[in-house]
């Protein structure tokens, strides 16, 4: 690609990453924005709707080691929902919980639980996409508007996604507050243990989809058509699938490959798959997991685990099968670390990635985290996927969901 050298976005600058780390992390490729009727610069952030915001805020700067950015709520004027925005590098969460017990925030998790309801995404010219995406059928949500404040303007507006799922659009080039108005800086209180690492996740590094069984590749052609995003990887079939489920999925990402969406629907098989036990306990389409970059994920997992985070096991099997052993070759750390950690290695023709993946994160089988370390590969741990399946399985029949 002989396109022109990204710039790195604010939020990649606060948090002093460079390219070369962006590349690695996340896969970062050259593109052009200028050819592209709706260009994405970044993920701005990943909204949630919990059911306690402040105590969800808390435990995310205690066992996530994520920071305190800023804060909505009844003190600053918004009298039904208490936001938090907290950050990791350039990883952004803003979770919400409802106040008052009219507030449409509680209908909402009521319905769903803690789950994502937007995937805001940082674009250079909201008008544009806006314009490009009515024109192709999009659905929009907020036509663009200007919110300002002492701080300056940021321009936002918002198509909608799979199930409830939102995009909002946000530019703020022409705001330097602490992240949108109506909000106002807040600090981290958490005391952070002697040698602990200045953060556990540098990035997002793509966040997934659950939509319904037959519409996998309806959201794949509105990716495609509507935000410009290219198709970069496709899993179906053997690839895939265990004795009991099975499952399909797409990859799509923006030009520059910050914004990764896989994209999954259940397939036909002799037991409930995964997918289909999240649709069914989300109670709809939504965004089944986040993946977190890492440049250290041996130590990042150890934290997190003396943290509190409980991860998926992976049985002694996978890591003495010596066709893993031979199709691997070397990684950066001996197999023996992995395997007393549960980390997942694959590789590809383009290098390799280590991952993991946490345990749902809320009392529904729902939302949880991958975390990975890429060493060139731009994959998503395809040789991983069956050892992954069952212990997901593992668990949907200690729930009785199997």
């Given amino acids: 690609m002989t396109a022109p050298s990204n710039p790195l976005t604010q939020e990649e600058l606060k948090a002093d990453l460079t390219l070369e780390q962006l590349q690695q992390l996340v896969g970062l490729v050259e593109y052009d924005a200028s050819k ?39 003190e600053t004027g918004c009298r039904d929902s208490k936001s938090y925005v907290l950050r990791s590098g350039s990883a952004r969460f803003v979770f919400t919980g409802g106040v008052t017990p009219d507030s449409p925030v509680l209908d909402h998790h009521r319905k769903h639980g803690d789950g994502v309801v937007d995937l805001a995404l940082e674009v250079p010219d909201v008008d544009r996409c806006i314009d490009h995406a009515r024109a192709v059928g999009a659905t929009i949500l907020e036509e663009p508007h200007d919110v300002t404040d002492e701080h300056g303007t940021v321009r936002v507006a918002a198509i909608a ?26 600090t981290t209180t958490v005391t952070r243990g002697e040698g602990h690492p200045r953060r556990l996740f540098q990035a997002i590094d793509h ?23 290219t198709n970069m990887a496709e899993f179906i ?53 986040i ?83 890429r060493h060139g590969s731009l994959g998503f741990g395809k040789g991983n996927f069956k050892a992954l399946f069952e212990a997901i399985e593992r668990e949907q029949e200690a729930r009785g969901n199997l």
């Fill in 36 to 74: 592209d009727p709706f260009p994405v610069t970044a993920m701005d952030s990943v909204g949630f709707v919990v059911g306690n915001a402040t105590q969800t805020a808390n435990f995310y700067q205690l066992a996530l080691g994520m920071d305190l950015e800023a804060y909505r709520g009844p």
């Fill in 161 to 186: 996604a799979y199930g409830e799922t939102r995009h909002t659009l946000v530019d703020r080039s022409r705001y330097d507050g602490p992240y949108l108005p109506g909000y106002v800086a807040r």
């Fill in 207 to 229: 966040c997934v989809g659950n939509v319904e069984l037959g519409r996998m590749d309806e959201w794949v052609e509105f990716y495609n058509k509507v935000m410009g995003f």
């Fill in 237 to 289: 079939g053997d690839d895939i699938a265990t004795d009991y489920s099975a499952l399909m999925s797409k990859v799509v990402a923006s030009g520059n490959h910050r914004v990764k969406f896989p994209l999954n629907e259940p397939a036909v098989a002799k037991r409930k798959s995964q997918i289909d036990e999240y649709l069914e306990f989300y109670d709809g389409a939504g965004c089944q997991h």
């Fill in 291 to 373: 993946a977190l970059a890492t440049n250290d994920i041996l130590r990042s997992v150890d934290i997190l685990r003396d943290n509190g985070i409980e991860f998926l096991d992976t049985p002694d099997s996978y890591y003495d099968d010596p066709e893993l052993r031979e199709r691997i070759g070397k990684v950066r750390v001996p197999i023996e670390e992995l395997k007393k950690r549960r980390i997942l290695v694959d590789r590809d023709e383009d290098g390799y990635l280590l991952q993991i993946f946490t345990k749902p994160m809320g009392d529904r089988p729902t939302v949880f985290y991958e975390f990975i370390e």
